[in-house]
């Protein structure tokens, strides 16, 4: 979306390795919200953010408000891994999406 | 729980033939958005409910489209005379409270208009 721009559009790993995504806000986002799709099509929840860091297991996220950015960072990447990662912001009532960004890890 | 259930999973219409899709949201939850994904637009925000109630349908197409929540356990999508253009994948979310709240997708519907 033109609101919320995400980088790298595509992305491909070696297994093991770490690496970072983001999102860049033209609104003024009060919460993010960073999603996985896997093959099937299904978007998973990762997390849910106000400004600030969050972190689970490999993944690490953090939303800086002031900046209009947020990132996403994955550790040891594995081939579970593999799939679009979406991140959403709010302003308002709405939501928006950027466009994601495919990851593909590799053996 | 069961999370957010959305039903067919793939429906194939003719064109100018009526599509009726379902969402049952999380239990509990009052919030219910729709969106739409295609690979040129990606995630597009349709409509959104709060405790049943449209709170914003700024993103439905003006004609064809329109969406109701008659309860608390499901909302519907119906789109009138299909067109090709109409063919997408269409998620429903839910959560706790439209405001600041974590969205749980269903698995979507995937719509193709022939």
């Known amino acids: 979306g033109d609101k919320v721009k995400q980088s790298p559009s595509a992305l491909s790993l070696q297994e093991g390795t770490n690496s970072a995504l983001r999102c860049n806000f033209s609104i003024a986002a009060t919460t993010v919200q960073w999603f996985l799709q896997n093959p099937r099509g299904s978007l998973i929840n990762l997390f849910y953010l106000v400004p600030g860091t969050k972190e689970n297991g490999r993944l690490k996220s953090a939303f800086d408000s002031k900046e209009s950015y947020s990132t996403l960072h994955i550790r040891d990447a594995q081939l579970e891994d593999s799939g679009t990662y979406f991140c959403?912001?709010?302003?308002?009532?709405?939501?928006?999406f950027g466009d994601g960004t495919q990851l593909v890890v590799k053996p | 729980n069961a999370g957010v259930i959305q039903t067919p999973r793939h429906k194939v219409t003719g064109k100018g033939q009526e599509a009726t899709l379902w969402c049952e949201p999380i239990s509990g939850h009052s919030a219910v958005f729709w969106y739409r994904q295609t690979i040129v637009q990606g995630l597009e925000f349709l409509t959104y409910?709060?405790?049943?109630?449209?709170?914003?349908d700024s993103g439905m197409p003006k004609e064809r489209f329109s969406a109701q929540m008659p309860n608390q356990s499901h909302s519907t999508l119906k789109i009138q005379s299909t067109q090709p253009q109409d063919s997408a994948v269409y998620l429903c979310a839910s959560s706790l409270d439209g405001g600041q709240n974590t969205l749980y997708f269903g698995a979507g519907t995937r719509l193709s208009v022939l």
């Open positions: 409910f709060r405790n049943q109630a449209p709170i914003d």
């Open positions: 959403a912001a709010e302003a308002g009532n709405r939501i928006f």
